[in-house]
């Protein structure tokens, strides 16, 4: 069942198109991968669907109501989460401040939803108290990702999650998405480090100079010598 779909979505910066019709199924529960080279448009797909850019032709659907178009804040509401590449946590306030701001909507007890994040990512428990600026690039990277589940989304989008790790924390990263998605929760994420997010992918599709050129499970991308060839290094 789809939760999440684009349909012939065009749209850019400016007068300067970017995506050219791109179509994108997410269906309940599945981790989606989308991949290609720099400038192919796979941000622009990801700010497109959260409402931060308007599509100039297409729709985008979710859990079966249209938001194209819709402002990012009442696309929150409706339970779709975006942690984007850069500027994604507050440095100068703690882990726990930050989680806080995540969950900006709600009012009284926030306290089982902080427990549900410190069981995903333990590190953040144990300092709950240290300033985000203080940490590592990784540990960033679950603060934004924490912050981004304290609403509880039925969908979350992240835009290189991996970017500028080194590979054991891109690991650990990988690993708490694939815990993330067994606890239920759908992921879409944008990657540059095609190999590692496709082997946990249920599907992935393939962007190039603002089109869809492949799409496929994730096994299957992974097995597909063009794929190989032009977009995972040979």
């Known amino acids: 069942m789809s939760l999440l779909q684009a349909e012939c979505v065009a749209s850019g910066y400016g007068d300067m198109e970017v995506l050219h019709g791109v179509d ?6 599945q981790i989606v991968t989308i991949i290609g080279p720099n400038g192919a448009g796979k941000s622009t797909l990801m700010k ?11 729709r985008v659907t979710f859990a079966g109501d249209e ?8 696309i929150v509401r409706r339970g779709l989460a975006y942690v984007p590449q850069v500027e994604n946590v507050f440095p100068s306030l703690t882990i726990r401040e930050n989680l806080e701001m995540g969950a900006f909507t709600l009012k009284g007890d926030l306290t089982s939803r902080f427990n549900r994040v410190y069981e995903l990512f333990p590190v953040l428990s144990a300092r709950k108290r240290t300033p985000v600026g203080r940490m590592s690039g990784g540990e960033r990277q679950m603060v934004a990702m924490g912050r981004a589940l304290m609403l509880e989304p039925r969908l979350l ?13 891109a690991a650990s990263i990988f690993d708490r ?27 992935g599709c393939v962007l190039a100079a603002g089109l869809k050129c492949f799409e496929d499970t994730g096994p299957a991308l992974l097995a597909n010598d063009d794929v190989g060839r032009l977009y995972l290094g040979g």
């Open 48 to 58: 497109t669907i959260f409402g931060l850019l308007k599509p100039t032709a297409g």
């Open 24 to 29: 994108l199924d997410v269906g309940a529960g």
């Open 157 to 169: 989008m992240l835009d290189e999650p991996s970017a500028a790790l080194a590979p054991n924390l």
């Open 67 to 74: 938001i194209t178009g819709m402002a990012p804040d009442r």
């Open 177 to 203: 998405i694939a815990a993330i998605n067994e606890a239920g929760l759908t992921v879409l994420i944008v990657e540059q480090n095609a190999k590692a997010s496709l082997a946990l992918s249920d599907r």
